[in-house]
Each structure stands twice: as C-alpha cells, then as structure tokens.
C-alpha cells in the first residue's frame, strides 16, 4: 500500500520544478501577448526559440502557456504525447467527424475554432503508435481535460495502461498488484516474476501519462489496477480526485481495449479494475485509502526497489 507520511521522493527539487514552472508559465504567456500584440506571426512561431532553456517539465510549461494562449485567441487545443515518456507526438492525423481532420504540430497540437458545445469521438493515428479512438467533449466552448498520452505500438505485451488527468491534484500514483505476488508503483517500478512489468513513467506534475506496461500476465493469476490520489492521501474523503478529469486507458496487444472515467464521489483511492482468468473485469468505484503501511514494510519496498 502507498501513503506513509515520509514525504516522497525529491520534495525539494519538486517544489523547485513547480516554482520554476509557474515562472515559465507567466514568461510564455507575457512573451506570448507581447508577440501577438505587434503581430509577429501569431501563436504559431510562438516559443519555438525557447526549447533549449528548460527541462521536460519546462517544455510542457510552456505548451500549457501556447495552449492558454490558444483558447484566449477563440481556438480548442488538444495536445496529444507518447505515453511511455510524456513527449510530444508531431505529425499524428487527428480525425475527428463533424470537425474535421487535423495533423498536430511539432508541439503535439492541433488547433480548430471554438464551436457548440457536443461529444465527439476522435481518432488519432501515426505509424508506430496505436490507432487510438478518444471521445471527448466540448463545454463552454472548450475541452477542458485536453492533454491525451498515445501508446506506442506493443504487438508481444499483453497490457499497457496509460493515466491521464488534468492540472491538479499534481500526483496520482497507478498500482498495480498480483495477488500473492508484485506489487508495481513507484516504490517498486520492476517485476520479472512472469514476465516484465513495470512502470514506465511516474508523473508528479499534473496531467500524465502515468504508464504501467506488463509484458504478460498469467491467467491462473488475479490483478488489481488501483489509483492513489497521493496528493491528499490524507484526506480520505476527499473529492479532488473525482474531479481531476482521470482516465485510464488499457491498450493490449496493438489495440485499445478499455477506457475508464474515474467516477463521481470521495475518496483519495480508485478502484479501476481486476484482470481474472486473463479477462478485465471493471471495478471503478471510489474509497478510502486503507490504513498505511508500517514503517517497516515501507523501508523493505524501498529497499527492494534500489536493489532491483
Ligand atoms: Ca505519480
């Protein structure tokens, strides 16, 4: 189980990372305004010189920054990225029936005018990933949870699962556990015990993807896939992660297999689904996290993973 009141790793350098970040954020959107105000060619030259100042979490800064830019210039961005490393996937087709057919740029972005309110069903393709259908929904004119993570292609796993979730709270945490056996989050990333698993990126800044990939699994076997609002794992009623906007999706074997919303209501701890006798079994209710690990079973995960 998570949530043991030793802050998790890199607490200072992440407070650093998000100061930097909101810093980031406030330059793009100044610059931005600045740029579009004397009409130096609009939002689409917008940062490309600033790649080479940041780091990962400064690059998608900066794309939030574009995308604010966007929506305040009446257009919907939607920005899609690889979900084994959160980059930007440039050149995808993102077709989308009633709206039109777009190719996002090298940001990941595709942009059209902001129009009625509606659900849609996009599908996003591009050699070497899976082709991904996505529906969405626009409100007020807007998407709000508008940043989408695609799979690579994975013709020998059996699954991928990828979240996404939009700005806050700033870190959920994917677990997933084999009855009597592994139990992979970010204490313990790695498993060879029947094939690999492991998890492929842990997101603690808003938005994912967060990705588990296992390479198999093994049909006498029962799995559990939980999310942990690690946020506020002290607040067990808390509502934040119901409203973050989360979704998982489970990719197996090259092709989308599952999507999950996560449901209305408390609790820092989403149950999403079991894998039994090598099918899926939906769960996707809301609870509170169960009492924490002692601090004994927390030093041997942690130690089991730097050893690892
Ligand atoms: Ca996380």
Known sequence: M???????????????????????VALCVSLGLLGYAQDFGGFGDFGGGFGSFGDAASDEAMIRGDMAMMQMDGLVPMRFAN??????????????????????????????PQRADGAFTMTVSKSGFITTPI??????GIVIFNWFSISPEMPNKDYRIVLDWGERPSDLDLHFEKRGGYHISYHNMRSHSDG??????????????????????????????YVI????????????????????????????????????????????????????TPISTLAA????????????SLQNNQFD
């Open 2 to 24: 998570v949530s043991n009141p030793m802050p998790k790793r890199r607490g200072l350098l992440r407070f650093l990372i998000k100061m930097k970040k909101i810093l980031m």
């Open 83 to 112: 979900a084994l490393d959160g980059k930007p996937i440039p050149g995808a087709t993102v077709a989308i029936p009633g709206i039109g057919t777009f190719t996002t740029n090298a940001k990941g972005i595709i942009t059209f």
């Open 135 to 140: 529906e969405f929904k626009i409100q007020t």
């Open 196 to 225: 690999n698993v492991q998890l492929d990126r842990d997101d603690t800044s808003g938005y994912g993807p967060e990705t588990i990939t296992i390479e198999r699994t093994d049909t006498r076997s029962v799995y559990t896939l």
């Open 229 to 280: 609002d690690y946020t506020n794992q002290r607040s067990r009623n808390s509502s934040a992660l119901s409203q973050s906007g989360a979704v998982i999706r489970v990719y197996s074997r090259n092709r989308l297999l599952h999507t999950f919303q996560v449901p209305a209501g408390q609790g820092n701890r989403w149950e999403v689904f079991r894998i039994e006798g090598g099918n899926i």
């Open 289 to 300: 996290e169960k009492p924490r690990s002692s601090a004994l079973q927390r030093l041997i």
